[in-house]
């Protein structure tokens, strides 16, 4: 009885993440937005709603635990689901991209972010007990996470926090790191939120860098349009200065468009 209770609210929660997934995102998967991972990020919040009361409460029912613990056994079931839809769900969708990176060149980049993470990770987590000193230094690996996040994008975040995700849960779990010197409920508090900070940072930071890169690509497509056009089509910004000059332009007005960008327009006349 209370494994099906369990199951029943594993389910329902899994069902209400990936409605509002869907719903938030636009049925989009490719997390080239901040607004899906805004959508991912409420899923993984609300979903496991379900799960952790279903959970919690089978088990006190059952009278595995105090009813006092109530409470602290939600909040960890709760943050473990939503921990898990974070870090899995984009290595999920990311995995065939993953793949691709894995040749030269970009695979050498790849090697040495994975192998930079992988060394800090053990460090920190390790049985070297580096991080023990002070719990600030287990944000240490945020600049690999930000690179990763800048030149893989989602599946170099999703990949960097995975790695991040194991090698903290496998340390704290052994008694090394940052999160060890409280009692185990608060130690794995700490490690949740440690794990969750990573993989949202990762994952907007991610986002962010492919809506430029979009906006960009976009704007480069425009300008070869207007290109083609045979008027003569320049941009210019209220103070007049010319941001934009088509070969129109420079066939109409005799200036290249290396002489008049960033120089002011006065009517037809450009300043020097």
Request: glycine share 8%; net charge positive; charged share 15%.
């Amino acid at each position: 009885m209370v494994c099906a209770r369990i199951a029943l609210g594993n389910t329902s929660g899994a069902l209400v993440g990936g409605y509002l997934f869907r719903r938030l995102t636009r049925q989009s998967l490719s997390f080239s937005r901040v607004r899906d991972v805004a959508g991912l990020i409420t899923a993984a919040l609300a979903g496991p709603i379900a799960a952790a009361s279903a959970g919690s409460a089978a088990l006190f029912l059952a009278r595995v635990q105090a009813w006092s613990s109530f409470w602290s056994a939600w909040r960890i079931w709760w943050l473990g689901d939503a921990m898990g839809i974070l870090i899995v769900t984009p290595l999920f969708l990311a995995g065939r991209e993953i793949s691709g990176f894995f040749k030269w060149p970009r695979g050498i980049e790849l090697l040495a972010v994975l192998i930079g993470l992988v060394g800090t990770c053990s460090a920190i987590f390790g049985p070297t007990a580096l991080a023990a000193r002070d719990d600030v230094l287990a944000f240490v690996v945020f600049p690999f996470v930000i690179w990763a996040a800048i030149r893989f994008r989602l599946a170099g975040a999703a990949l960097a926090t995975f790695l991040i995700a194991a090698i903290a849960v496998w340390g704290t779990a052994a008694g090394y790191g940052a999160f060890v010197k409280h009692n185990p409920l608060h130690n794995a508090v700490l490690l949740q939120v440690f794990i969750a900070v990573t993989s949202v940072t990762g994952l907007i930071l991610a986002a962010v860098v492919t809506e430029r890169v979009r906006t960009e690509e976009q704007m480069s497509e425009q300008a070869e349009l207007l290109d083609l056009a045979n008027d003569a089509i320049f941009v210019r910004t209220l103070d007049d200065e010319i941001t934009y000059w088509n070969h129109g332009a420079e066939r109409l007005y005799g200036w290249n468009r290396d002489e008049v960008l960033g120089k002011q327009s006065q009517g037809k006349a450009v300043v020097s």
